[in-house]
């Protein structure tokens, strides 16, 4: 879906959708997830009291921790989503610090945590396998002995199934989208084209923007070797929102890692 010459320039991920990420994520039960989060630390016998949330994107998890009594830092590379995620605590006077930081070299000096979360695939955007281990090491830094890495992927599964192959024209809705993917088996890589039209509301004008969104499929065993190859300990894999082992057509998996003591 080339975009139209008429249109704003083609942007890398999270810069122009940022201010509509929440828009497009209505639908998305952060609640039940923290619920999720909640039974799988329990579930590990561990209770965090401090989270650092990694590639927090707008902040709407950190903000439900938060409120949940948690202390929450939270860290992405995107200027334009810790703009909203900044603006989302301010309004709702909560205490998060959050920091623009890329997680391959994730440094925020002495700072250790209970528990490191990274949620809705964002490490799937690592394209570089390189950048993935550093990652995991740059956590392993960031947690408090005993503390756990808790976070989800997109499976291969889902990036060749075309799971990014979205599109809203809703009549009612100001924001339309049209994603378009395509999944190379070979370089393992899911190539996004996003178009997005933002009715301004005055009944004739549109804001019209590109972004290209590039995700990486890795392997349950490359995941699992790299965790474990950093430092971490009791690698553990389930099919998304449950306690059961993947599945052959598991399109999320969540892992659990934990620091040793
Ligand atoms: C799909 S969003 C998820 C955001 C948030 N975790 C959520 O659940 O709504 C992916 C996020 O990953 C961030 N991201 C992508 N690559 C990153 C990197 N190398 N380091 C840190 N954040 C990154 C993006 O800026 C974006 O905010």
């Given at each position: 879906m080339p975009p139209d010459p008429a249109d704003s320039p083609v942007e890398t991920s999270f810069g122009a959708v940022s201010p509509f990420y929440d828009t497009l994520m209505a639908g998305v039960p952060y609640r039940f997830w923290s619920d999720y989060l909640g039974k799988l630390w329990k579930k590990h016998g561990t209770q965090p009291k401090s989270v650092l949330d990694l590639?927090?994107?707008?902040?709407t998890m950190s903000r439900l921790l938060a409120t949940r009594g948690f202390a929450v830092t939270g860290s992405d590379l995107s200027a334009g989503m810790l703009e909203v995620a900044r603006r989302k605590t301010g309004d709702a006077d909560l205490s998060i610090d959050f920091f623009q930081q890329d997680a391959a070299e994730?440094?925020?000096?002495?700072l250790c945590f209970d528990a490191v979360i990274c949620l809705?695939?964002?490490?799937?955007?690592?394209?570089d396998p390189e950048r993935v281990q550093s990652a995991f090491a740059r956590v392993l830094a960031h947690l408090n002995p005993g503390g756990t890495f808790l976070f989800d992927v997109n499976t291969e599964y889902a990036l060749a199934e075309g799971m990014f192959n979205q599109s809203c024209t809703r009549r009612d809705e100001a924001l339309h989208y049209r994603w378009r993917s395509r999944y190379d088996p070979l370089t393992r890589l899911c190539t996004v084209h996003m178009r997005f039209e933002f009715?301004?509301?005055?009944g004739t004008e549109k804001q019209i923007f590109h972004e290209v969104h590039r995700q990486r499929a890795y392997s349950k065993e490359d995941l699992s070797v790299w965790l474990r190859a950093a430092g971490f300990a009791d690698v553990t894999l389930y099919d998304a929102y449950s306690t059961d082992p993947p599945k052959k057509r598991s399109d999320r998996l969540f892992y659990l890692a934990v620091k040793p003591n």
């Open positions: 590639a927090c994107g707008t902040g994730l440094d925020l000096g002495d809705f695939d964002s490490l799937n955007y690592i394209l009715d301004l509301g005055n």
